[in-house]
C-alpha cells in the first residue's frame, strides 16, 4: 500500500510575500490566513483599519507573519500609485511581491 501525502505539505510558500486587498474580511481574509498558513508573510490591506489589525492580529497569535494597513483600492489617491497618501504605508512599495490577490466588495 502507498503511503499518502498530505497535498499541503507540498505547498509551501516560505519567504514569500502576499499582499491581500479586502484581506479583514470574507474571502480575503480566509485567503490570507490559508497563505500565512503555509509560511507566506501576508500584508492585509483593507478600508477597515480596525478589522485588518484584527485579522492580521490571528494570523501572529498562530505563528505567522502579517501586517495591517489601510487603504480603499477604488480611490485613486490611496492606490500604490500615491505614496505620498497617509492611508497607503509608502514601505509597501519597496517589498517585492510575490503573491497579489484583490478582493473588494460589490454594493447593489
Known amino acids: 500500500m502507498t503511503a499518502l501525502v498530505d497535498p499541503l505539505s507540498m505547498f509551501r510558500l516560505d519567504g514569500k ?5 479586502g484581506g479583514a474580511s470574507g474571502i480575503g481574509r480566509a485567503t490570507a490566513a490559508a497563505l500565512a498558513g503555509a509560511d507566506a508573510a501576508v500584508a492585509i490591506l483593507d478600508i477597515d483599519l480596525t478589522r485588518a489589525e ?4 490571528e494570523i501572529t497569535t ?21 505614496t505620498r497618501n497617509q492611508s497607503w504605508n ?6 517585492p511581491m510575490d503573491i497579489v490577490q484583490g478582493n473588494r466588495r460589490t454594493r447593489h
Open 62 to 82: 498562530r505563528r505567522g507573519v502579517a501586517s495591517a494597513h489601510q487603504a480603499d483600492v477604488t480611490d485613486k489617491t490611496s492606490s500604490s500609485n500615491d
Open 17 to 21: 510575500v502576499a499582499l491581500i486587498t
Open 54 to 57: 484584527t485579522a492580521a492580529r
Open 90 to 95: 509608502p514601505d509597501l512599495t519597496r517589498i
